[in-house]
Nanobody, 123 residues
Framework: QVQLVESGGGLVQAGGSLRLSCVAS????????MGWFRQAPGKEREFVAA???????DYADSVKARFTISRDNAKNTVYLQMNTLKPEDTAVYYC?????????????????WGQGTQVTVSS
């Protein structure tokens, strides 16, 4: 069982930055691929970014070059650095974990989810 706790959300103006953190419980964090997803009001949850256990990354086209995902296995933590934020980035952001390293862009691949953290970008 893995428990995930996100933090770092908040209100920021367009063009600003935020860094989200997700701390995982358990001793096998380094074995998991970690993902970030987001869900805006009235919309489906969508893929944002993911990082495999080996460190390779994948991004949604809408955030590529603005967002950076990273992990610190010693701290059981995955980060999402979000720069040049836009109003359309407003959503609840969720951290997720999966033991497998393929299909990491898809919600169904993930076994564990955090409770989410709100990000609001004002224009």
């Amino acid at each position: 069982q893995v428990q995930l706790v996100e933090s770092g959300g908040g209100l920021v103006q367009a063009g600003g930055s935020l860094r989200l953190s997700c701390v995982a419980s358990g001793r096998t964090f380094s074995s998991y691929a970690m993902g970030w997803f987001r869900q805006a009001p009235g919309k489906e949850r969508e893929f944002v970014a993911a990082i495999r256990s080996g460190g390779s990354t994948d991004y949604a086209d809408s955030v590529k070059a603005r967002f950076t995902i990273s992990r610190d296995n010693a701290k059981n933590t995955v980060y999402l650095q979000m720069n040049t934020l836009k109003p359309e980035d407003t959503a609840v952001y969720y951290c997720a974990a999966t033991i497998q390293d393929y299909s990491i862009r898809y919600l169904v691949a993930y076994d564990y989810w955090g409770q989410g953290t709100q990000v609001t970008v004002s224009s």
